[in-house]
């Protein structure tokens, strides 16, 4: 199956419904992987482990290329030509998968709960690659989530150099005065941060939902810059990362991004190594 079928593909299976679901596979870009790249990178992008974890790999000797043992961090190997193994075994690209997800509120975006809450992993059954969340979103909240296992582009989206705007619908237990409205755009300050929004306007035909605009991404930001002015969250959604709009993905689906889509996400990210 190509990226190109991708936009296709929605699946419901529902969290415990233990049915498997379509993923678009994108793979690595043949520029990736014609340029050398670091041993540790590489094994990491290959699904061996985080990167960190890669290092100790490589520093306890399990790591071959080309027949022989490397211990030393840093070394570059070429993946068009060089065979790599660990314990003994080939390494071979992980395919990256991108998918969105509309998260229903009680939902953790966390790999695992101890104690047996949902988590963001179980609307993904049967896919072995290891996912993760992209930036942060509440289990009181709802809405859009990138899922992926492409740690450089969850990476660039979440750090605030690039400036991803992510758009959220927020209802409040009281209307916003014009005054604090005012002072969030300009910077509040809780908990020792300094927070801002980008953009905050009253919906049109709401007296108390908005529609907030982030360029930063703080934990639990919106709720924590509202309590300032003694304001309650009563639900909020995102709707928005980048160019991506969640639409009419129902609560609780989740899809597999379309190349066009994952392409936009990489330019938006600062990312020039598009897939190609």
Request: one cysteine or more; glycine letters at 8%; aromatic letters at 6%.
């Amino acid at each position: 199956m190509s990226l190109s079928d991708s936009s296709e593909l929605t699946f419901s299976a529902s969290a415990g419904s233990g049915k498997k679901v379509p993923v678009a596979d994108s793979g690595l870009s043949k520029q990736s992987l014609n340029k050398p790249v670091r041993l540790q990178k590489y094994l990491a992008a290959c699904g061996v482990a985080s990167r960190r974890a890669c290092e100790k790999i490589i520093a306890d000797g399990r790591v071959y290329v080309n027949g022989r043992p490397v211990i030393e961090q840093g070394v570059c190997i070429n993946p068009e030509t060089d065979a790599i193994e660990v314990d003994g075994r080939a390494v071979t690209p992980e395919r990256k998968l991108y998918f969105m997800l509309n998260k229903p509120v009680g939902v953790l975006c966390t790999c695992q709960d101890t104690h047996g809450r949902r988590t963001f992993l179980d609307f993904f059954p049967g896919i072995p690659e290891r996912l993760y969340p992209v930036g942060r979103l509440d289990q009181d909240s709802s809405g859009l989530m990138i899922v992926t296992n492409d740690g450089a582009l969850a990476l660039h989206l979440t750090h605030p150099r690039h400036e991803v705007a992510k758009v959220y619908y927020v209802r409040l237990n009281h209307p916003l005065d014009e005054k604090s409205r005012r002072q969030i755009l300009e910077g509040v300050e809780e908990g020792g941060e300094v927070m801002r929004a980008e953009e905050v306007t009253l919906l049109p035909g709401r007296s108390d939902e908005y529609r907030f605009v982030l360029r930063e991404g703080k934990k639990r930001q919106i709720r924590r810059m509202v309590w300032v002015f003694r304001l309650r969250v009563m639900s909020l959604q995102r709707i928005a990362v980048g160019s991506l709009i969640l639409g009419a993905l129902p609560e609780g689906k989740a899809r597999a991004l379309a190349r066009p889509e994952i392409e936009t996400l990489f330019r938006e990210a600062g990312l020039n190594d598009a897939m190609s």
